[in-house]
């Protein structure tokens, strides 16, 4: 007869990582004007800034990229069944999955740099390439943005003004499009990563 002989049980409070609830743009990044952040108290963030990422035709022009009313109506170009919302990261591979035309990368805003934290095996290879920033209030909270402009988005002081074309697995940004093409057949074998 297998006895108990000693149990000890450890609780505290269950904080699950909560994504979608709106966070304002850091300042620093807002500045930039690389980013569009959907205003919404909803959990749909991760739809809305995959939808300002495609600009179906009628958002391409639209100044009001930020507004909500603005991506309702493409709502059901994207497959969501049986993908919770907020999206989780971990749910992104699904995603692709049910959505053929469309690939997702996510860069990961974390206060001093700009990381990414997820590189689609599709990059490139779709219709629809899409890249989101995840930023965080500090605590549990993550919020995802559309990324409208990589070269903005990561350049910075004097080289602002300067077209970028850049690295969609390593961020590193070239001057010429064709440097970044032949560094890309190199990088693209490796998965996400940082150069300084
Ligand atoms: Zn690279």
Known sequence: MPKVKYMRL????YRPLEVGTFIPTPKHIAGKRAV???????????????????NPI???SHQHKNRLYVYKPFMHMLNMEGIQSPV???SIGKFESQNPDISVNVLYHDGNQIIYIRTSTFTDQRK???????ITDGNEK???LSVQSMSRLISTGAKYKNKYYVCHYCLYPFRKEGRLEEHKLMCK???SQLIR
Do not use: E, K, R
């Open 88 to 90: 989780p990261l971990s």
């Open 189 to 191: 074998q490796h998965q």
């Open 58 to 60: 009628s958002v391409n």
């Open 142 to 144: 993550f919020h995802y």
């Open 36 to 54: 569009v952040n959907i205003n919404s108290m909803d959990n749909y963030c991760f739809q809305y800034s995959v939808l300002a990422g495609m």
């Open 10 to 13: 450890c609780w505290g409070v």
């Open 128 to 134: 629809h390439h899409v890249t989101l920033l995840m």
